[in-house]
DNA sequence: CAGATTTTGGA
DNA sequence: CCAAAATCT
């Protein structure tokens, strides 16, 4: 029974975007009413706040967790700080309860937050639940952080299992509604000009959702993930990773929804990525300028050429090389990018045009629906072989043996590029080696309906083996 | 989570 | 002779 002398405490939600398996949730709503809040900061984010996609589905995830709470979410703009420091005093809250986040400037403004609350007298508690385990729990036993997947996959598993997941708490008459707080709209999340038609068709933000997708994986058991996951017009990947950034599901849950068919190899590939996903968080922890500096600080002498031409070219997906104009036009139209495709297209703009890998972590961070900092900061080292556990730099994606390869019957490529679906597949990946008849036929053009190579595969190449050699 | 080149071994 | 396998990069 709730009386006037009921507590109030604030649940926070931020990349948590659930109520099932939600610890801090359940801690809010123990004792007393539960003031659920949600503050877009975009000004302590600096150079990391959320781009278009992400506040395509951000808009979408807060729309569905607002009507799964009864319409009682509230949600605020600005200095997360000052704005929970507002609330505090306005409702007289006792205890406020969050989900660990770990980028640098959310640690940072985290922290800071915790002191200041504490300060007031106020029980500031933040949660795991982002994660199967916290960042700095699996470390070798020398001490000091894992650089390598494959060692800490190893002590990741030789680990007790992670937490099981909490049931969502009852909430029935504790939530409290802040008549000061802005509509949903008023967060100016959705895009100005409708650019979100592919989104839109590809894509469902919300828990249920999320946890539909897992439930189809599981259900089918993960049928060809282990081989299928590296072709890009196969169906067979999870598409979870927006939902996990977001929080609409937890690892835990994937992990204890996989329990019982663990021992199918088909599983454990999957489980393996959901580690690399820890791994890149474990990296991001321990070297918070992961995002922006190299790793390798050799690669400080790298000569990028940074061409704005050709930087241009990549993103809009004319590069004359088909699986990367493919994957660079996914990219733009539905908010996601194919795995496969992510490193070929990645490797592409760093090796054969030289254009540093920060910039495209800038592009992926403002199209990608699931842009992560952690998951992205760490995969474009690796691919530009700056990172720890990096790619060796002479491993250079031939974007043309890479299609034959994983895309054979050129599925994928005719699928986002139209112009040229009529190309018969012995030049689909190459179509510059197409007789002139034959492109007649197909009714392409090259350097009118589609560009020519923009570069020259084994000469950009060996340039830049060169550059790298001076590196060293 | 390679590519290029050389070597090998079976038609 | 060619393609798979081994080997360097």
């Not at 994986?217 to 196969?234: H, I, K, L, N, T």
């Not at 940074?306 to 990219?331: C, I």
Request: proline letters at 6%.
């Amino acid at each position: 029974m709730i009386t006037e002398s009921t507590a109030t405490h604030i649940h926070w939600f931020r990349q948590d975007l659930r109520l099932e398996d939600n610890p801090s949730l359940v801690a809010a709503a123990r004792a007393g009413r539960v003031l659920p809040v949600y503050i877009l900061d975009d000004e302590n984010a600096g150079n990391f706040r959320m781009g278009g996609a992400s506040r395509w589905w951000l808009r979408r995830s807060l729309s569905a967790l607002n009507a799964s709470l009864g319409g009682t979410l509230n949600f605020y703009r600005g200095d997360a700080g000052e704005i929970l420091d507002e609330l505090c005093q306005r409702f007289g809250v006792q205890e406020v309860h969050w989900t660990r986040c770990y980028e640098p400037w959310r640690i940072a403004r985290d922290t800071a937050i915790k002191k200041a609350l504490t300060a007031a007298g106020i029980s500031a508690r933040s949660h795991a639940g982002a994660l199967l385990f916290e960042p700095w729990s699996i470390s070798k036993n020398s001490g000091g952080y894992y650089q390598i997947f494959s060692p800490f996959y190893k002590k990741l598993r030789a680990q007790d299992a992670p937490d099981e997941p909490v049931s969502k708490p009852a909430l029935d008459g504790l939530l409290v509604e802040d008549p000061q707080a802005l509509a949903l709209d008023a967060l100016e999340l959705a895009p100005r000009v409708a650019w979100d038609t592919g989104l839109c068709a590809r894509w469902e933000p919300g828990e249920a959702s999320a946890l539909d997708r897992l439930a189809a994986m599981v259900d089918a058991q993960f049928e060809d993930y282990a081989e299928g996951r590296d072709f890009p017009a196969r169906d067979s990947v999870s598409r979870l990773s927006p939902h996990l950034h977001f929080g609409e599901v937890s690892p835990r849950q994937i992990w204890q929804a996989t329990e019982p068919l663990e021992a199918d190899p088909q599983v454990e590939a999957f489980r393996r990525q959901l580690c690399w996903r820890e791994f890149s968080y474990s990296l991001l922890f321990h070297v918070p300028e992961l995002p922006t500096e190299n790793f390798r600080k050799s690669f400080d002498a790298f000569a990028w050429k940074n061409d704005p031409t050709q930087l241009a070219r990549w993103q809009q997906g004319r590069t004359g090389f088909p699986l990367v104009d493919a994957g660079m036009r996914e990219l733009w139209e539905t908010g996601t990018m194919h795995n496969r495709v992510r490193m070929i297209a990645a490797s592409f703009l760093v090796k054969n045009l030289q254009i540093d890998w920060r910039l495209g972590a800038a592009w992926f961070w403002d199209c990608l629906v699931d842009a992560d900092l952690a998951n992205n900061s760490a995969s474009w080292q690796w691919v530009a072989g700056s990172g720890t556990d990096a790619a060796p730099y002479f491993r250079i994606f031939n974007p043309t043996s890479q299609a034959k390869k994983y895309d054979p019957d050129g599925r994928y490529i005719r699928r986002f590029i139209p112009e040229l679906k009529s190309l018969p597949n012995k030049y689909l990946f190459n179509p510059c080696s197409a007789p002139e008849s034959v492109l007649e036929a197909a009714n392409v053009r090259l350097g009118k309906t589609y560009p020519r190579p923009m570069v020259d595969l084994k000469q950009s190449r060996q340039q830049a083996l060169d550059a790298y050699q001076l590196t060293r």
